[in-house]
């Protein structure tokens, strides 16, 4: 029996790399976020057994649903990881086709399989048949042409048991520039039975921003929902701390914060000399000092 996973509104966090591990995705999911998304995670790192790539799939019960993203080629190996990724607990498995970085396409994973209907139809039957949890794939309009590249995938995809298609409306040699072309959205949804999620352009960042969720979501009832507070960005800054830290040790917490904490503070006054302050932290204390001096420098 397959599983069904009910979400309980329209937003979706997309995965990014190196971005929306589980102390982000938990922000996410408090500030009203549906469904959160794994960074992209590889097959064959799972398949042989890395400990460092299976540390992506760590996951809490309060960002439930989680849709785990795994990326490779070869259908044996897709299989086998997401079996990995169901039996650790993810609620949907989703098959990266649209990641266009270099290091991904050059092992013919990622948006290039968009050139290569056969296979990922290979791949999404040998992993259908492995999970019983929803299999969602991302997809981009495809390669170097918009249309029938990507057209051809979600058929395929739509005959092959998948559950719905995320479109990334560019082309994979568009990396991420230009604009997003949303009409594509809409013509792959008019050729498909499954659900469609549309991806890209969305021009308010999460990233720093958590609170986007819960204002889609009063914009989709009729009401606008203002800008978060002062001190519920510190709030918010502190809890993404702890938990890193809690999940990753303080030493690499630390590293990550030091980037990181600056995303939440963009067009507050004198944000840059606190991102020049936090570039150095070691300790969640002096994390929690930087933070703790600049709140009260604003709220003055
Ligand atoms: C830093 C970064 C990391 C990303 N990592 C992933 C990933 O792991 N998996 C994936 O499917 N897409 C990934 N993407 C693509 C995004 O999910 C999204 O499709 C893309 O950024 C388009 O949205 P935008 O136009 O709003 O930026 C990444 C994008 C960025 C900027």
Redesign the pocket.
């Known amino acids: 029996m397959r599983v069904q996973v009910q979400l309980d509104n329209f937003t979706i966090l997309?995965?990014?790399?190196?971005?929306?591990n589980l102390p982000f995705r938990l922000l996410a999911k408090s500030a009203g976020c549906a469904l959160v998304?794994?960074?992209?995670v590889s097959s064959n790192g799972l398949a042989y057994r890395s400990v460092k790539t299976e540390e992506l799939l760590q996951s809490r019960s309060e960002e439930k649903p989680l849709s785990a993203?795994i990326?490779g080629s070869d259908p044996i190996i897709m299989a086998e990881a997401a079996a990995i990724v169901e039996a650790s607990g993810a609620d949907i498995l989703?098959i990266?086709l649209?990641?266009s970085?270099k290091k991904v396409l050059k092992t013919g994973s990622?948006s290039a399989l968009m050139k290569a209907p056969r296979k990922v139809e290979k791949i999404l039957l040998a992993v259908r048949d492995k999970i019983k949890i929803p299999l969602t794939i991302?997809i981009r309009t495809g390669w170097e042409k918009s249309g029938d590249q990507a057209f051809n995938i979600a058929a395929i995809a739509d005959a092959s048991g998948v559950d719905a298609i995320?479109v990334?409306p560019?082309m994979a040699t568009q990396g991420?520039g230009d604009k997003?072309d949303w009409s594509l959205i809409a013509e792959i949804k008019n050729k498909v039975s499954i659900p469609v999620i549309g991806?890209?352009?969305?021009?308010t960042?999460a990233i720093g921003n958590p609170w986007i969720f819960s204002q889609v979501m009063s914009l989709i009832n009729g009401t606008e929902m203002g800008a978060p507070v002062v001190a519920e960005r510190f709030d918010v800054m502190t809890k993404y701390l702890k938990t890193s830290i809690e999940c990753f040790g303080e030493k690499r917490a630390c590293r990550m914060m030091r980037s990181h904490l600056g995303w939440f503070v963009k067009g507050l006054p004198h944000s840059s000399r606190f991102r020049e302050s936090i570039k150095r932290i070691e300790t969640e204390n002096e994390a929690l000092s930087l933070i703790g001096e600049y709140k009260e420098a604003l709220l003055d």
């Open positions: 997309a995965p990014l790399a190196g971005i929306t998304c794994s960074e992209m993203q990326f989703d990266n649209g990641c970085v990622g991302k995320t990334h560019r991420f997003a991806n890209g352009d969305i021009v960042p």
